[in-house]
């Protein structure tokens, strides 16, 4: 059978983007499928805003604490709205160079907009348009996923897809999640004065991490002035007046926390739902696609997808070594592959400074 693609690549994200690079110049057949913007997660909701933003804040800080290397110290103006117009505007710059989709068509890739499912063996439907390829790799990411907290949409929250979509920081934050995002947030935001709480489900920040290595985090983080409540079991949320309140338990004792606005980083699911990954006969699972081979292949007939979705982490098995390579906080690079495990695995690394 002849194919029009030798392969179609789903997502156009940090694996995405290097995926079709790369077929290019091994002169492979390939097709991009976009259905929002170039760049994924890292650009516009991950690693690129979320550094710009500890960039600032780090700055803020050293002026702040100047006196350390013989300085005067500085007080910085409240206000954020600068900080945020500059992540929007490193952003736009890297999506003007780097991550412009114009540079596909140089490379003789073809670019195509809407969302993308399977549709029978080697067939892929975008938008309205049937391709038909040899393979197919899935690079469609993640999203925050929200804790079963009641009374939360009610309440409202931001996550990291539209936390710098903001004018401004909020005043005072609470945080659910004391992970990799949630960590690293809370630092940042508390360093350009931010009033931040973490309210953590676990005994300590950073579970997945060396055990010494998050209780150093933690001293600093409260050193600095973030609240951070460990084993906190959350009840309930709630407006009250202009702010958000948050109820739960901490060692048998009842709790009550409030802010201007709530940032759920209670980890994260993968965007496979909409694919029909079923109709091509691959199982999924809460960690994405259920691979037990080293090859990721699946069965006879159907598409072999060569990947899964980058910056989604595993809940049953770590991989085997540290990855840096994660669509959400570090750099751009493939995925690290754990074999006879659920699935392909990425770790996510929190950038704090203990500066």
Excluded at 48 to 64: D, G, I
Excluded at 136 to 145: D, E, H, K, N
Aim: aromatic share 4%; proline share 6%; net charge positive.
């Amino acid at each position: 059978m002849r194919y029009k693609y030798d392969v179609v690549i789903i997502g156009v994200g940090s694996a995405g983007m290097i995926a079709g690079e790369v077929a290019a110049k091994m002169g492979v057949k390939a097709a991009l499928a976009e259905r929002h913007r170039v760049g994924g997660d890292c650009l516009w909701t991950g690693c690129v805003p979320s550094k710009a933003l500890l960039a600032s804040a780090k700055a803020a800080h050293t002026m702040r604490n100047a006196d350390k290397y013989g300085l005067a110290p500085a007080e910085i103006e409240p206000g954020t709205a600068s900080v945020w117009r500059r992540i929007r505007d490193i952003q736009q710059e890297i999506a003007a160079t780097d991550d412009n989709p114009d540079k596909y068509a140089e490379l003789g890739v073809d670019l195509l907009w809407g969302d993308a499912a399977f549709d029978g063996e080697h067939r892929i439907r975008v938008g309205e348009r049937v391709l038909t390829s040899k393979y197919a790799l899935v690079c469609t990411g993640s999203r925050p996923a929200a804790p079963a907290l009641e009374g939360l949409a009610e309440t409202g929250y931001l996550t990291s897809e539209n936390i710098f979509e903001l004018e401004r920081a909020p005043r005072s934050l609470i945080i659910i999640g004391g992970g990799p995002i949630g960590v690293e947030m809370a630092q940042a935001m508390n360093r350009l004065g931010v009033k931040t709480t973490v309210l953590q489900r676990a005994g300590r920040i950073l579970e997945r991490d060396e055990p010494a290595l998050s209780g150093i985090l933690l001293e600093k983080l409260r050193g600095e002035g973030v609240d951070v409540q460990l084993s906190a079991e959350l009840m309930s949320a709630e407006r009250q007046g202009g702010e958000k309140v948050v109820r739960g338990r901490v060692g048998g004792e009842d709790k009550l926390w409030s802010a201007e606005e709530v940032l759920v980083a209670a980890g994260r699911t993968p965007n496979i739902d909409s694919l029909g990954l079923e109709s091509v006969g691959i199982k999924t699972g809460r960690a994405g696609l259920s691979l037990t081979t080293s090859s990721a292949r699946v069965p006879a007939g159907s598409m072999p997808p060569g990947t899964v979705p980058d910056g989604t982490c595993s809940r049953t098995a770590r991989p085997p070594r540290p990855s840096p390579h994660c669509g959400i906080c570090s750099s751009r690079g493939q995925p690290a592959l754990r074999k006879s495990s659920p699935g392909l695995h990425l770790r996510t690394r929190s950038l704090l400074t203990l500066e």
